[in-house]
């Protein structure tokens, strides 16, 4: 087969998959989109009816709705990283996932920015995190790390979504050149004029590689700040230096195995097992181990040196954390994080993807819990034994929680369908 | 000096005098001495694993770099060996810790230097099985991996115990981390250094040691640079930010008064302010003059930050640490000198 042949195939490949949904992928569009529309429904009942309606009560003011927007905005951060970092080190098995990651990045921001409006309880008020110019002067405290987030998370979903958009266009184009009617025109707005010059194509080059090299720092520092929401506040558990860093490496695994539990699926209901082959799967699963190894180490270094420093407090709330009211969802997290993860020690199970799917799912699990024991754990047993106290989550939070995942399938299952999923022009580089 | 070196034995006989100098000037009962000791094993451990280490991440990636320097990285292996020496050597500079004495289980002497002579010599055994490997053998990355993982642990060790105990109960999670990433980028700088003297002026092109190989470690130096920034900045702004007095004064200690505070700022400057502009251009990563001076100074950066986190809490002896650096530089060139000349 020329080379003209090849690139034909690979357009039609994977073009085929932005074809006529079938009945598979309109149950799963519209079970996700119900699990959306019970998440909004909820949403206005709390508004209706308060803050109260959610199971915050004293010392647990910070609950689901903060592990929620802590692991989305987990998962938004490896995207971009995987598909930035990736690019840089001229890894070839990038092409099968960055198209993944950098959706995944974006809509997982989309649903992660609603958490803290929603946490707000009165979320007409959001403004007051902005620090917009106003006629009494009232600025917003700068020295606040929620203030640091406003600014990290709103730079970080820019970047993202202009990296997304931008390693698009050529592929917009070539939808373009094969589709007809109203989507022609679609892609023909969103493609921008792109012709293929070489004057183009260089001054896309330098523009994905200035924005991949800009990216990779942005992620780590934002995760950062987003660590240090917890870090910088005094209470036992969350003021410990190593945040950020294990924060960072958290936010890349959870965001790996995102993208394993994502792609597995659709190489298989979309036919791209050409292009997305059992040595990428390999690849992007040494990733997940090497950051379950990290994450391993902070939790061995966390919990060490609780012990080590002998500082009650500090003692006392890892101590409630392992043997406490949340002791099985430690040792849940501690198996779905760092045990799971060794089994890909095993060549054989990294090339499996049914294993790998498993793996990917309990991470995910594993790293939900890891955020919610984080917060609640440490807010239920903080230094006054006569304020201690402890959470269980009310239905409104349980739907607004799984309406969150039903928003996020529901974008993806939506962008699936509407633009190019494998980056084209990159797999044909390939070729 | 070929000819020297190329005698049999030579090589034993120079580490057992290097050893037994610097016993003779540690075990003297000067004030001092330990913590002169201390600082030179704190830097060279840093380097000397750091260098291993900087070998074992090359292969497990498959990096193409790692091939001009190689032998030479891995030849520092048998240092691994004269550090456990002068662990053995600190033993009574222990006394001086001041945790020291009190009943405990993790701070207790015999456990103390025996944890960290333990992983000491597993990161030799898993450096010497590295090396024994050959570089495109199935079996090298798994060894490399190995020997990834036990310096991770004991540079960790090193960090909490020979470091962050002096100031116990002064706790930073970080620290381990933030000595092995350190040590590692030190092993760059390293590397970058013996690409130098080993290739001179790299010729252009992308064939093994050429200048393509050279801009891969400046890439691997700026990158670390960057990452360096980010623990210090993580580290230290959290320690601030909570202004907990028991924290707090880890930083105040060392920024409150003179020389330290001056130290503390060229350490920001040797670290992340020099490298990181200087090896920002694309055509200043190939050029040998502007990567040997940032690989200088990152490793001076090195030897001032283990001298700043030593300083307010440890004497030390300027001839004792003279002849300690003396006899590590000597012993560091001379392994490194053989592999290069009988490569």
């Known amino acids: ?431 | 000096m070929t000819a020297f070196l190329e005698k049999k034995g030579v090589l034993a006989v120079l580490l057992a005098a290097a050893g037994a100098l610097m016993a003779f000037v540690s075990l003297r009962p000067f004030p001092g001495n330990g913590g002169s000791l201390l600082l030179a094993f704190l830097f060279f451990i840093g380097v000397v694993e750091g260098c291993i280490a900087a070998a074992a991440a090359g292969a497990t990636v498959n990096a193409r770099w790692v091939g001009s320097v190689r032998k030479e990285l891995l030849s520092v292996t048998p240092l691994l060996l004269v550090a456990s020496f002068l662990l053995l050597l600190l033993i009574p500079f222990v006394d001086s810790y001041p945790w020291a004495g009190r009943p405990g289980i993790w701070l207790r002497k015999d456990f103390f230097i025996g944890r960290n002579l333990a992983f000491l010599l597993l990161a030799y055994v898993t450096a010497r099985r590295f090396a024994a490997a050959p570089a495109d053998g199935g079996g090298t990355k798994v060894r490399a991996a190995w020997y990834l993982l036990v310096f991770v642990v004991s540079q960790s060790l090193t960090a909490f115990d020979l470091v962050m105990s002096l100031e116990y109960p002064w706790v930073s999670a970080l620290l381990g981390g933030y000595f092995f990433i350190e040590a590692l980028y030190g092993g760059f700088a390293v590397s970058a250094l013996l690409y130098l003297l080993l290739h001179g002026r790299p010729p252009a092109g992308n064939a093994p040691g050429t200048r393509s190989d050279l801009s891969d470690l400046s890439i691997l130096m700026f990158g670390f640079s960057l990452m360096w920034a980010g623990l210090f900045f993580a580290q230290f702004l959290t320690i601030w930010y909570g202004n907990i007095p028991e924290e707090v004064g880890f930083i105040a200690r060392r920024v409150s008064a003179s020389p330290l505070r001056e130290l503390c700022v060229a350490v920001l400057f040797l670290l992340f302010f020099i490298p990181f502009p200087a090896l920002l251009a694309t055509r200043a990563k190939s050029n040998p003059y502007v990567v040997s001076a940032a690989a200088l100074s990152i490793l001076s950066g090195i030897l001032v930050e283990r001298y700043v986190f030593l300083a307010p809490v440890v004497r030390f002896s300027p001839g004792a640490l003279a002849i300690d650096f003396a006899c590590l530089l000597v012993l560091f060139v001379a392994v490194v000198y053989k592999a290069r000349v009988f490569r």
């Not at chain 1, 998440?39 to 009816?49: K, S």
């Not at chain 1, 109203?182 to 707005?189: L, T």
């Not at chain 1, 379950?292 to 101590?319: C, D, H, M």
């Not at chain 1, 890891?370 to 009310?394: K, Q």
């Open chain 1, 1 to 431: 087969m020329g080379n003209a042949e090849r690139y034909a195939k690979a357009d039609r490949d994977i073009l085929a998959a932005m074809e006529k949904p079938g009945r598979a992928y309109l149950a799963g569009l519209a079970f996700t989109a119900t699990l959306t529309v019970i998440g909004g429904i909820l949403w206005i009942y709390q508004i209706r009816n308060g803050l109260g309606v959610a199971g915050y009560t004293h010392p647990v003011n910070w609950a689901i709705y903060i592990t929620n927007f802590v692991f989305w905005v987990g998962i938004a951060h490896s995207g971009t990283l995987i598909s930035a970092v990736l690019y840089l080190f001229r890894a070839r098995y990038r092409t099968s996932f960055n198209r993944a990651a950098e959706a995944m990045t974006v809509f997982a921001l989309m649903v992660a920015g609603l958490f803290p409006l929603i946490h707000l309880g009165r979320s007409w008020v959001f403004y007051y995190l902005l620090p917009y110019p106003n006629q009494r002067q009232l600025w917003v405290n700068f020295r606040s790390p929620l203030i640091w987030d406003v600014f990290a998370v709103g730079t970080y979903f820019t970047v993202s979504l202009v990296f997304f958009y931008v390693g698009m266009i050529p592929d917009f184009a070539i939808a373009r050149r094969c589709k007809e009617g109203i989507r022609k025109r679609f892609y023909q707005v969103l493609s921008l004029g792109w012709k293929g010059t070489e004057r183009e194509w260089r001054h896309y080059g330098m523009l994905y590689l200035f924005l991949a090299a800009f990216a990779t720092p942005l992620v780590a520092s934002v995760h950062s700040v987003v660590s240090w929401d917890f870090a910088m506040s005094v209470v036992p558990g969350w003021h410990t230096t190593i945040f950020a860093p294990y924060f960072v490496a958290g936010a890349i695994f959870s965001g790996t195995a995102m993208v394993i539990t994502l792609v597995i699926p659709l190489r298989k209901a979309m036919n791209l097992h050409e292009y997305i082959t059992d040595d990428h799967f390999e690849s992007i699963a040494k990733i997940m181990l090497f950051t379950s190894l990290i994450v391993s180490y902070a939790y061995i270094v966390e919990f060490g040196l609780a012990w080590y420093g002998g500082n009650v407090f500090e003692t006392g709330a890892f101590r409630y954390r392992a043997l406490g009211d949340f002791r099985y969802l430690t040792w849940a997290m501690i198996f779905c994080n760092s045990l799971v993860p060794l089994s890909l020690f095993v060549k054989r199970l990294r090339r499996n993807t049914t294993c790998l799917l498993v793996v990917s799912l309990l991470v995910n699990v594993g790293m939900w819990l890891e955020r919610f024991v984080i917060i609640v754990a440490s807010l239920a047993h903080d230094y006054d034994p006569y304020v201690w106290g402890t959470y269980s989550p009310t239905y409104v939070e349980v739907g607004i929680s799984l309406g969150s995942f039903g928003m996020f399938f529901t974008l993806y299952l939506l962008f699936v369908k509407n633009l190019p999923v494998l980056s084209i022009t990159e797999i044909k580089e390939h070729l």
